[in-house]
C-alpha cells in the first residue's frame, strides 16, 4: 500500500537537501561568504534604518500639514508630557522666587532643576541607545543574501530623495499660509479684530517669520544634506519650527525637542532657566496662533502644552496665553467618557453638541476635566433633558450654574397638562440637576402651588 506519511517526508527531506546544497556552493563560489558579508555589512551601514511597515510612516517624518503623527527618534526618547509639565512650573516657580528675593527657595529649586535635567538626560541616552540597537538589528538574517540586499541599496538610492520631497512639501504648505495671512491683511480694521489680531502689523510679523522659514526650507528641498554616517543612528532630521502652526501635535513636537537640546546643554542653571522661558515664550505664541486659526480643537491635542484653559464670553485662556474670541470657536471635550464640546463666541459660552446648556458661571478644562466652581462636570446636558422628562424642545431653556462652588443645570421648561383631567393648561417648571454625579441627581423642583391638581 502507498505510504502517504512517508511519502510526505521523503519529499521534505529532499526539499531541504537541495537548498542546503545550493547555499553551500554559492558561499563557496564568494570565497567562504567573504566577499558577501562584506557587501552586507556596508549596506548595513546605510542611513536609512529597514522598519516594520507600521513604523514606516511614523518615524523620520516631517510635520507635514495633514493629521500625519510628528513623531521622530527624538520625539519617541524626548521629554515625557508629565516631565514637560514638571519642567514647566519648576521655570515659572524660580522666577517668582527671584521676583521676592528669595534665596534659600531659589537655591533649592535650582537643585530640584539639576536632578530634572540629569533625570531627563539619562532617560533620552538610555532610549536612544535602545533604538539605536533596535535600528541596527533590524535586518531580517534568515532572510537570504540575495533578498536583504536590494531593499537595503534602494533604501540608501532614496533616503536623500525622499528628505528632499518632504522638504519641498513643506515649503509649498508654508506658501499657502503666507496667502491666508496676506488675505487677512487686506481686511478692514474691524474684520481682522473678528478674526482675533489686534493689528496690521500683528500679521505682518507672522508673515516676516513665515518667509524667513521658508527660506531656510528652500535651501533643503533643493540641496538636501548627502552627509550619511558611517553607522546606522537614530537621530532624526530636525524638525521645522512651526510657526503658523496647522496641528498642536506639530508644536508638542517641536516643543520636546527643543527641550531635550537645552537640558542635554553643558550651561548653568541660569542659563538654562532663561533658555526655557524664551522658549516657553515662543511656544505660547504658537499656542495662540493655533486657537485664532482654528474653529474647532481638542483639548485632548493640546493637553501636553497647556495644563488649564478657562473660557469666558469672548474670551480663551490657555495657562498664560489669552485669545480674543469675537468669533465662534469649538473645544471638544470629554464628560465622564462620552465626547463633547464647549463653544464659545463673544456673547456666551454653551456646554453640548446635541442639546445645548448656556454657561452662567466660567467653564475651564483642568487635566482634562470640565470644571464649573470646584466641581467637575460628569453630566452631559443630553442626559440632564433625559433626567429631568422635559417638555416641548422648543420651550426648554438650559443652563449651568456655580452653587456653593459646584456646578449645577437648571431647567426650565413648560409642561402641556389638564386641570382634573380635564381642561388644558401649560404648567412652568424648574429643576436642578447636580451636575457632580454621574447620570446625575435631582436637586429640586419648583412648580406653581397649584400644579398638583394638574395631570
Known sequence: MFNKKLFICLLVGSALFSLTSVFADEVKSNSSGEVLMQKLQKVISAPVPILPEKEK????NLPAEKEVENSSAVASCAVDNALLEELKELVLDIEKAKEVNNTQL?????KKMQILKEEINERQTNCLRKLSKAISTKIPLKKSVEKVLPKLEQGEATRVTSQSALFCEKEKDIQKKIQYYK????LGQEKLKAKGYASKEEVAKIIKELNEEMAKVHLRCVNPPREVPE????QPMPLIKPIAPSHAKDIVSYYKEKVSDVMSKKMSVDEQIKQLKNLRESIDGMIKELIRSKKTMKYSDIKPLVKRVVITPG????????????EKKNIEVSISGKDNSISVDKD???IGKIKKA??????RVDNGKVMVGNGEVKVTPEEVIKKVKAGLEANVELNVNEKNNQPVYSVRDIQPKRIFGIIPIKVRREVEVDATQVGGKILKVKKPWWSFLAF
Not at 57 to 60: H, N, S
Not at 183 to 186: F, Q, R, T, V, Y
Open 358 to 363: 448656556k454657561a452662567i458661571a466660567p467653564v
Open 231 to 234: 553607522q546606522p543612528t537614530a
Open 315 to 326: 474670551k480663551i485662556q490657555a495657562d498664560q496665553v489669552t485669545v480674543e474670541t469675537p
Open 57 to 60: 510612516t511614523g518615524r523620520f
Open 348 to 350: 456666551e459660552v454653551v
Open 183 to 186: 488675505g487677512l491683511i487686506a
Open 106 to 110: 531659589v537655591e533649592r529649586l535650582e
